[in-house]
């Protein structure tokens, strides 16, 4: 069975400080993993996906992922943090291409910048 | 993202009203979804549709059920609303590249979301 966990439910910085948003999955495929922001009163934009490709992925607005098969991990990190940058934060983990079908969505990271 | 439509933006209903929310899309994308946002609990799946022919229940589809009317249009009703349908709702697209015979990918294009209550 599929699922995805957000290790932090709310992750405070501080401006131009490194920012690392954890996720943890579990998948019996070989799963497609996202992140996605949420900023406030906004929907969904996507900043990166891993699709079995390098495991290391750059997504916009200077975020990256590393994918960690060992760990069943692909947490987020930014080197430094901008103001911009507060919002949710969502992995999510999908299978369409197994009989499965399924698209798992974390419960969210809120994602605060402190001046 | 302006490919992706809903309407309303936001609806406020009674218990026991059929409510209808709509989704369009311009992107031509063949798979549509739709998902509930409650706080702390992320998006959870309703119903999606990989074609204009299948619709496929998601991990929440009880009281809810969908129409996918044309390839551009998938709509999401509640036949009976109840105070706990109270959300926001997404409805997303995402393109399975099967009509240029090349690999798609599960990439979803969320529209802006509908603010639904039920008092």
């Known amino acids: 069975a599929q699922s995805v966990t957000q290790l932090d439910s709310h992750v405070s910085v501080s401006e131009g400080t490194p920012v690392l948003l954890r996720c943890n999955y579990s998948?019996?495929?070989?799963?497609?993993l996202f992140w996605y922001v949420q900023h406030p009163n906004k929907g969904l934009q996507l900043l990166l996906k891993y699709t079995s490709a390098a495991t290391l992925v750059k997504g916009i607005n200077g975020f990256e992922a590393e994918f960690k098969k060992s760990e069943t991990s692909f947490h987020l990190t930014k080197p430094s943090a901008h103001m911009s940058d507060a919002a949710e934060y969502f992995c999510v983990v999908s299978d369409l291409a197994s009989s499965a079908s399924k698209i798992i969505f974390g419960s969210g990271t809120r994602l605060s910048i402190r001046p | 993202d302006a490919d992706v439509t809903q309407t309303p933006r936001n609806r406020i209903t009674k218990t026991g009203k059929r409510i209808m929310l709509e989704c369009s899309q311009t992107?031509?994308?063949?798979?549509m979804y739709w998902y509930r946002q409650d706080p702390g609990l992320g998006l959870r799946l309703i119903y999606y549709?990989?074609?204009?022919?299948?619709?496929n229940k998601g991990e929440i589809s009880d009281g809810y059920s969908v129409s996918r009317q044309a390839q551009a249009k998938f709509s999401l009703s509640l036949e009976s609303a109840i105070p706990n349908q109270t959300a926001l709702y997404f409805c997303a697209t995402s393109d399975s590249g099967r009509d240029r015979a090349s690999q798609g990918t599960d990439t979803q294009y969320f529209g802006p979301g509908t603010r639904l209550t039920v008092l």
């Open positions: 998948s019996s495929y070989s799963p497609s």
């Open positions: 992107k031509g994308h063949d798979r």
């Open positions: 549709s990989f074609d204009v022919k299948d619709i």
